[in-house]
């Protein structure tokens, strides 16, 4: 669980470094970036946690799998308000004049919203293979920075 986190918490990190970083070309680039990461993130862990829902091809036993009701009705809806936030934050990100050189507190305002919801669902999976995976998954996707 902790090293789950971990690459959360690097991940996080990475993408607030680069949204506004001028070295990386600008406002605009620098916040896709910073969303882009939080998007590949939030893909890695609906897929992930998809795969663990008990009963489903291929999801481990009780206690490893992931309830069909903690799915519907807790991690299910934090995936919609994830990607709905993504979409909101791409929309703001597309308005930002060429000009500004600093980053917006809406951009940066959403992605933490973001990255807050990818970390209470992964408090919600439980250990197991797959979870691991995540978390491994999750390291090379900080290091493709």
């Known amino acids: 669980m902790k090293k789950k986190m971990l690459s959360l918490v690097v991940a996080v990190t990475f993408a607030f470094s680069t949204i506004g970083c001028a070295s990386t070309g600008g406002v605009k680039k620098g916040a896709y970036i ?56 791409s929309d703001v990100i597309r308005a930002i004049p060429l000009e500004i050189t600093g980053p917006t507190p809406e951009v940066l305002n959403l992605v933490s919203q973001i990255w807050t919801l990818i970390t209470e669902i992964g408090f919600m999976i439980p250990q197991s293979d797959q979870a691991k995976k995540l978390s491994s998954d999750l390291k090379k996707l900080e290091a493709k920075k």
């Open 34 to 89: 910073g969303l882009s990461v939080a998007g590949q993130a939030s893909f890695l862990l609906q897929d992930t946690e998809m795969g663990l829902v008990c009963g489903r091809l291929g999801a481990p036993a009780a206690p490893l799998c992931i309830s069909e009701v903690v799915h519907k009705t807790q991690i299910s809806p934090k995936l919609a308000k994830v990607f709905a936030l993504g979409e909101r934050a």
